[in-house]
């Protein structure tokens, strides 16, 4: 029986014009040659961390257990900020503590089973208790090779950590658990009627955090984004004529306003954090 490779992915702000990708890819394949990288993306908008978070948290979502994720959108290297290695669904993330892991947390094990504070505080550092969350284990990557580049951490750490990882050392070996990851001040939204836009896509279609079923529990007549009403709630893109806006329960499970053939980001204006409401 053929043994199965590890699957290692990759997201990062790197773009695909330098060595910068392929330098991290030469690590992970060094450690464990039998790996499978996958390129979830490298054009996560420079410094975008929170956009790199929602793409992260949709690769998490889809990849299965056993999979270790290596994900560097990193303004802050060379700082102080910690770097982490995440336990979430039998999945293994490793990323710089910078809010990175956010929506993975929010969306994947549920807001309702955080504690109120980490969905409600303005601060970017509430508290994870982590043994109220199923399947979640945080922890802080505390190991250093001899030499490190201050501006390439994720070539020079996260890499070879990811690499450990991939190929079966064990996580305790080189982490120490901690309990006050760095978490943005994003949540999915619970109760009422007003949510936000947390995510533009590249065909300029806007995805809120409002979740399918808070809008099965509310009785919506019709959605207004950015105080421009898009109508009632549609199935499909094709449910308007070409031009015309619409909201409809996006691949993610999220209320998303769209243009059928075109832009919701250029026709509407929408921008991350204009407010969605239901009527």
């Known amino acids: 029986m053929s043994q199965v490779r590890p699957i290692i992915t990759l997201t990062s702000d790197f773009g695909q014009e330098d060595y910068y990708v392929a330098a991290m890819k030469a690590v992970l394949l060094q450690l ?52 982490l290695v995440v336990e979430v669904r039998g999945q293994v993330v490793v990323c710089p503590d910078n809010g990175l892991i956010t929506w993975a947390l929010r969306r994947l094990q549920g807001a309702a089973e955080l504690p109120k504070s980490l969905a409600s505080s303005p601060g970017l550092r509430p508290a994870l208790r982590t043994r109220s969350v199923e399947h979640v284990t945080v922890s802080e990557l505390v190991w250093r090779p001899p030499l490190v580049s201050r501006v390439f951490h994720g070539r020079d750490i996260m890499a070879p950590a990811a690499g450990r990882i991939a190929r079966g050392d064990p996580i305790s070996t080189f982490t120490a658990p901690i309990h006050d990851p760095v978490l943005l001040n994003v949540a999915m939204a619970v109760h009422g009627r007003v949510g936000q836009i947390i995510h533009v896509d590249y065909f300029g279609n806007a995805t809120s955090n409002i979740p399918q079923e808070l809008l099965e529990r509310e009785k919506v007549d019709r959605i207004v984004a950015r105080g421009q009403n898009v109508g009632p709630l549609r199935q499909k893109y094709a449910d308007v004529a070409t031009g015309e806006p619409l909201a409809l329960i996006g691949s993610s499970g999220l209320l998303e306003i769209a243009v059928r053939d075109g832009s919701a980001a250029r026709v509407l204006g929408l921008r991350i954090q204009d407010p969605v409401e239901l009527h």
């Open 32 to 83: 464990c040659p039998g790996a499978q990288l996958v390129d979830v993306t490298h054009h996560v908008p420079p410094q975008d961390v929170l956009n790199g978070s929602i793409i992260l948290e949709r690769a998490i979502s889809s990849f299965p257990a056993g999979t270790t994720h290596l994900a560097v959108v990193d303004p802050g290297v060379g700082t102080s900020r910690r770097m």
